[in-house]
C-alpha cells in the first residue's frame, strides 16, 4: 500500500462524515471509508465491482465546492436522499474528495401570494435586505438559522460583518458602481463566532433610479474551507479517533504555526485549541533560549528520517508553570502533494525529570538522598520490563563488588578510586533507562524477537545514552551522570566487537560500561524470565568465564572470579528480601 494511501487512511478512517477519495486519471475509487458504507448501506465489494454504475449517482462535472442532492439505492433497492460536496486535491488536480451527509428536508414557508418573496423566504442561504444607511429591513429564515440573529437582536448591517472597514468600503463601491458586486465577507454569529461566506449585493433604485438600499446573499464557505483545512494541514482536524489518543498531540506546519491540538493537550498545557490555532508554536510552549526552535526541531526531525525523540525537555504551561516531557516528532510528509505536518506527541515526564534536577542539584550535598531518588526514577523503567523485582539493587551491589576487586589490579589502581565506585555504583542502575523510549509491544513480549523488533529493542542504549547526555550537559560539570552515559550507551558492547550500539572492541569500550555490562548479565543468568529458568551460581560462573576474551574484558572477567563468592551472597540475600 503506498504512504500516500495510507496518509489519506488515517485522515478519513473515523470522519464523522462519508468520504470517498478518486483518480482522476481513471475515474477509479482509491478510497472510501466505513461511514460511508453504513450510510449508503452498501457492501464495499458491490461498489468496487461496479464501480462506474456507482458514480453515476453524483455529478462530478462541474460545481466543485458546491452542495449537491444524490439519490442511492440500497443493497435493499430503498432509495435514500443525500447532500454531497467535492473538492479537487493533489498538486496537479488529480484526485476528488468527495463529502457525504444525510439529507434533511426542509420545510417551506407557507405561499404568501408573491412567488418573489417566496422565493426569498425558501432559499437555504442567507438573504437580507438593507436600506442605503445600512439598516437591515428584512431577512430570511436562513439568516436567523445560520447566524443565529433576528431583527430585533441586530443593531445594523455593519455589526454582522468581523471587519466593518471593509463593509464601509463595500458600500461606498456600490454607491459609486451602482452594480452588482461580488467578494467573500466574514460575518459574525449571534454567539461570536465567525463564519465564511461568499457574498453577492444587489442595489435597489427607487423611480428617480437613486440608490435607496441593497440586498445580500451569502453562501456558507465554511463548510468547504474547513474540509481543505484538514487536509491542507494533513491530518485528522476535527477527527474523532485524534481526540482518543491518551497522550499531548500537538500538529504543526511547515512553518511552526500550530494546525491542531487534541484534548490531551489541552488538559496538559491549560491551553484551549481555539486559543493556540494558527500561533507560532514556541509563541506558546518553547520554554528557554538555550531550545532549538521548531523549525530547527523540524530539520533535525527530516535528518533521522521522519521521527526523532527528546526526553526531559521543558515545556511551558498557560499557568507560567514548567513541564518536562518525553516527546516525540513524527513527519508526514508527501513529496509532491504539498502536504505536510509535524506531530509532536508528548507524555508528561514532569514528576521524573523534576526529581532528576533535584537529584543534579543536591549532588555534593545528600548523596544518600540523591541515590535513592536515583533508584526511584530507574525503576520506573524497571516496572515496564520483564525484570524480576530487585534488579537494580542487585547489579548496583555486584558492580560495586567488581569495581572494588578490579581497583586492586595493578593497572586501575590510581582510576578506580573510591569517589569512582560511588559514582559507578550509583550510575548503574541507569542502565537501561533509555527503555522508558521502547514500546510495549515489544518490551513486554514473552516470546522470541523479530529482527525489526530486536533493532527496535537494541535501540534503547543510544536514547538512555542521548537522554544522560543532554542532562550531563546541562549540570555543567563532571558528575555520575557522565559515567551513567557510558554505562547507558555501551554496556551492550562486547570485548570482540560484535556488541551494540556502535560495535566497540577491546578498551574502546568505556571501562565503566564493560565493569557493569558484566553485572548485568550475570543477573539475567540468575533470573527467570518468562523464556528461561534461573541458572545456578556455579553455571553463570562458568558461562561468564568461557566468554573471557570475546565477551568480556579479560582482567574484568578476573576480577569477577575473585569475588564470585560475594556475588553469590549478594544474589542469596536480595532474591530472600525479594
Known amino acids: 500500500m503506498s504512504g500516500e494511501l495510507d496518509f489519506y487512511i488515517r ?47 453524483f455529478k462530478l462535472f462541474g460545481g466543485e465546492g458546491i452542495e449537491h442532492t444524490a439519490s442511492i439505492k440500497s443493497r435493499k433497492d430503498e432509495e435514500s436522499k443525500f447532500k454531497y460536496t467535492y473538492i479537487a486535491q493533489g498538486k496537479n488536480d488529480e484526485l476528488l474528495l468527495l463529502r457525504l451527509e444525510e439529507f434533511q428536508e426542509k420545510k417551506l414557508a407557507p405561499w404568501t401570494g408573491n412567488v418573489y418573496k417566496h422565493l426569498y423566504y425558501n432559499l437555504p442561504d442567507p438573504v437580507v435586505s438593507m436600506d442605503i444607511r445600512g439598516n437591515i429591513i428584512t431577512a430570511n429564515p436562513a439568516f436567523t438559522e445560520l447566524l443565529g440573529w433576528n431583527l430585533k437582536s441586530v443593531k445594523g448591517a455593519d455589526s454582522l460583518y468581523t471587519d466593518k472597514d471593509a463593509f464601509n468600503l463595500r458600500k461606498r463601491t456600490l454607491v459609486e458602481s ?31 433610479y437613486d440608490l435607496s438600499g441593497y440586498t445580500a446573499h451569502f453562501q456558507d464557505l465554511s463548510r468547504e474551507e474547513l474540509l481543505k483545512a484538514q487536509l491542507d494541514a494533513s491530518q485528522t482536524n476535527y477527527n474523532r479517533l485524534f481526540e482518543y489518543f491518551a497522550s499531548s498531540i500537538v500538529i504543526v506546519d511547515e512553518l511552526g504555526k500550530i494546525v491542531n491540538m487534541n484534548s490531551a493537550a489541552e488538559s496538559m ?28 526541531i523540524i530539520n533535525l526531525t527530516r535528518e533521522n528520517g521522519g521521527r526523532y525523540v527528546e526526553i526531559g525537555i521543558p515545556r511551558k504551561r498557560q499557568n507560567g508553570g514548567l513541564l518536562y516531557t518525553y516527546v516525540t516528532y513524527y513527519i508526514v510528509d508527501l ?35 540523591q541515590a535513592a531518588a536515583i533508584m526511584g526514577f530507574a525503576k520506573l523503567t524497571e516496572y515496564r520490563d520483564h525484570c524480576t523485582g530487585g534488579h537494580l539493587e542487585r547489579v548496583q551491589d555486584y ?59 537494541k535501540s534503547h542504549s543510544k536514547m538512555g545514552g542521548d537522554a544522560l547526555s543532554v542532562i550531563a550537559d546541562d549540570v555543567g560539570h563532571k558528575s555520575f551522570l557522565t559515567i551513567g552515559k557510558e554505562v547507558a550507551s555501551y554496556h551492550h558492547e562486547k570485548w ?41 551460581h556455579e553455571e553463570a ?35 530472600d528480601e525479594e
Open 399 to 457: 558492580t560495586r563488588a567488581l569495581a572494588e576487586s578490579l581497583s586492586e589490579h595493578s593497572e586501575y589502581m590510581g582510576y578506580i578510586t573510591p569517589e569512582y565506585i560511588d559514582d559507578l555504583s550509583l550510575s548503574s542502575v541507569l542502565h537501561d533507562i533509555g527503555k522508558v523510549g521502547i514500546k510495549d509491544s515489544v518490551l513486554l513480549k514473552a516470546g522470541k524477537f523479530s529482527e525489526e523488533e530486536f533493532e527496535m529493542m
Open 178 to 208: 451602482r452594480t452588482v458586486l461580488s467578494q467573500t465577507a466574514s460575518l459574525k454569529s449571534k454567539d461570536g463566532a465567525e463564519k465564511k461566506f461568499f457574498e453577492t449585493i444587489w442595489p435597489h433604485f427607487d423611480e428617480h
Open 541 to 575: 560462573v562458568k558461562l561468564i568465564t568461557e566468554e573471557s576474551g570475546r565477551h568480556f574484558d579479560p582482567d574484568i572477567v578476573e576480577a569477577f572470579i575473585k569475588c564470585r563468592d560475594e556475588f553469590a551472597q549478594i544474589s542469596d540475600l536480595k532474591s
Open 269 to 296: 498545557y491549560g491551553y484551549s485549541r481555539v486559543e493556540v490555532l494558527g500561533e507560532d508554536y514556541d509563541k506558546y510552549f518553547s520554554a528557554g533560549s538555550d531550545r532549538p526552535d521548531i523549525l530547527e
Open 11 to 57: 485522515i478519513f478512517e473515523n470522519s464523522q462524515d462519508g468520504l470517498l477519495l478518486l483518480d482522476r486519471k481513471d475515474w477509479r475509487i482509491k478510497f472510501i471509508n466505513q461511514r460511508f458504507l453504513e450510510m449508503t448501506d452498501l457492501e464495499l465489494q458491490s461498489v468496487l465491482d461496479d464501480q462506474h454504475t456507482f458514480l453515476s449517482n
Open 496 to 536: 570482540d566487537g560484535s556488541g551494540y550500539p556502535e560495535g566497540l572492541k577491546g578498551t574502546e569500550i568505556p571501562l565503566s560500561a564493560r565493569i557493569v555490562g558484566l553485572a548485568d548479565v550475570y543477573d539475567a543468568l540468575r533470573s527467570e524470565r518468562p523464556y528461561k529458568k534461573p541458572f545456578s
Open 335 to 369: 513529496s509532491g502533494e504539498g502536504m505536510f505536518a509535524l506531530f509532536v506527541l508528548e507524555k508528561d515526564l514532569t514528576t521524573k525529570i523534576r526529581l532528576e534536577k533535584q537529584l543534579t542539584d543536591s549532588l555534593y550535598q545528600l548523596k544518600e538522598t
